[in-house]
């Protein structure tokens, strides 16, 4: 193991650091953080919201973010749509307009439902609002796609590394806009470990506040060689060819989709149980006779829903065979 504070840790975060602004499209400074998603998620509200923050709500990860933004003792209010839907800019567009909002949260890749929301559309409703911040959850779809954090105007976009980057659990990235530094500014009670203001003073010289997870950085020095290795083009054409391949399936198989048509993620599918399978029994039969795990349906919709990931190191190779042990275990 390297020390943290020594020049072998800095020659490792300076190495890294160019290709995590390519892939998040960002000139600013990108920070390694010790902990899940939720650790930036929660962090994001503690350094940026100061008025009121509008939570954009179609799911079991964004519905949960309001309750983090409340639990934070913050003024939080929901946008809520019904899971399978996504988030309409014009109505993002007129909760914005009523001014009680300085702050907002949007998941771009709703992993419960298999939503993908329309984040270019709703990035530009921001322009217009320039005093507001905006954070993006892209924990399930960093890398998969193309997401460019500069152009966009995204204020802090945040992904753990378990999912879309298939590295082990434990571990996160985010970036921050020159306006999101200026807001933490005047927040108090940023805390420390997850103070923006710290991870970009340390960052200036190749560090992090507290003591990182160095092996998890090592992991994500080897996952970025692969994904350059293989070329970003690449990475998000398999991604979406590997998705065709379970819309296809689906289609044949005579299922629905959860997820409203012109809003599915390209990263995961969330089928509706519309055949009324038993679909606990199902993922078990295809653990036990093909080792392969699937989720039987997040939270409230376990059972009547099932989820095929396609992201992170899936191929053509692997998600054909995933879907050939369905039909087989069907
Ligand atoms: C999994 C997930 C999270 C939470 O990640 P943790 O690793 O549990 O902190 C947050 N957002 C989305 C969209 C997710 O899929």
Same mark, same amino acid.
């Given at each position: 193991?390297?020390?943290?504070?020594?020049?072998?840790?800095?020659?490792?975060?300076?190495?890294?650091?160019?290709?995590?602004?390519?892939?998040?499209?960002?000139? =600013?400074?990108?920070?390694?953080?010790?902990?899940?998603?939720?650790?930036?998620?929660?962090?994001?509200?503690?350094?940026?919201?100061?008025?009121?923050?509008?939570?954009?709500?179609?799911?079991?990860?964004?519905?949960?973010? /309001?309750?983090?933004?409340?639990?934070?003792?913050?003024?939080?209010?929901?946008? =809520?749509?019904?899971?399978?839907?996504?988030?309409?800019?014009?109505?993002?567009?007129?909760?914005?307009?009523?001014?009680?909002?300085?702050?907002?949260? &949007?998941?771009?890749?709703?992993?419960?439902?298999?939503?993908?929301?329309?984040?270019?559309?709703?990035?530009?409703?921001?322009?217009?609002?320039?005093?507001?911040?905006?954070?993006?959850?892209?924990?399930?779809?960093?890398?998969?796609?193309?997401?460019?954090?500069?152009?966009?105007?995204?204020?802090?976009? &945040?992904?753990?590394? =378990?999912?879309?980057?298939?590295?082990?659990?434990?571990?996160?990235?985010?970036?921050?806009?020159?306006?999101?530094?200026?807001?933490?500014?005047?927040?108090?009670?940023?805390? /420390?470990?997850?103070?923006?203001?710290? /991870?970009?003073?340390?960052?200036?010289?190749?560090?992090?506040?507290?003591?990182?997870?160095?092996?998890?950085?090592?992991?994500?020095?080897?996952?970025?060689?692969?994904?350059?290795?293989?070329?970003?083009?690449?990475? /998000?054409?398999?991604?979406?060819?590997?998705?065709?391949?379970?819309?296809?399936?689906?289609?044949?198989?005579?299922?629905?989709?959860?997820?409203?048509?012109?809003?599915?993620?390209?990263?995961?599918?969330?089928?509706?149980?519309?055949?009324?399978?038993?679909?606990?029994?199902?993922?078990?039969?295809?653990?036990?006779?093909?080792?392969?795990?699937?989720?039987?349906?997040?939270?409230?919709?376990?059972? =009547?829903?099932?989820?095929?990931?396609?992201?992170?190191?899936?191929?053509?190779?692997?998600?054909?065979?995933?879907?050939?042990?369905?039909?087989?275990?069907?």
């Amino acid at each position: 193991m390297i020390g943290h504070r020594g020049e072998d840790f800095k020659n490792l975060y300076r190495a890294i650091h160019p290709r995590l602004q390519t892939l998040f499209g960002t000139k =600013q400074p990108v920070f390694l953080s010790t902990s899940s998603a939720w650790g930036v998620m929660e962090a994001s509200i503690r350094n940026l919201a100061d008025r009121g923050v509008l939570c954009c709500m179609c799911g079991a990860f964004s519905d949960k973010w /309001f309750d983090v933004a409340k639990r934070c003792g913050k003024e939080a209010e929901p946008l =809520q749509v019904d899971w399978g839907q996504h988030i309409d800019p014009a109505a993002v567009d007129r909760q914005l307009a009523t001014g009680k909002f300085d702050t907002v949260t &949007l998941i771009h890749n709703e992993t419960s439902t298999g939503v993908m929301n329309p984040l270019e559309e709703i990035c530009s409703v921001l322009t217009k609002y320039p005093d507001v911040a905006l954070v993006v959850d892209t924990v399930s779809s960093f890398s998969a796609v193309k997401i460019e954090v500069d152009a966009l105007g995204i204020d802090v976009m &945040l992904t753990g590394v =378990q999912k879309a980057l298939a590295l082990p659990p434990g571990f996160s990235l985010f970036s921050v806009s020159e306006k999101g530094f200026e807001r933490a500014k005047g927040i108090r009670n940023r805390g /420390f470990y997850f103070d923006f203001l710290e /991870f970009k003073k340390e960052q200036a010289n190749w560090m992090t506040p507290s003591t990182p997870s160095i092996a998890h950085i090592h992991a994500l020095q080897s996952k970025l060689e692969e994904i350059f290795e293989e070329g970003l083009d690449a990475r /998000f054409a398999r991604h979406a060819h590997t998705n065709a391949l379970v819309h296809d399936w689906v289609h044949s198989a005579g299922f629905d989709f959860f997820a409203e048509e012109g809003f599915r993620s390209k990263t995961l599918t969330c089928v509706k149980n519309n055949k009324g399978i038993d679909v606990l029994e199902f993922a078990r039969k295809l653990r036990e006779k093909h080792h392969l795990v699937i989720d039987p349906g997040y939270g409230k919709i376990r059972g =009547q829903t099932f989820r095929l990931s396609n992201m992170g190191d899936e191929t053509e190779e692997t998600v054909s065979h995933l879907l050939a042990c369905i039909d087989d275990v069907m």
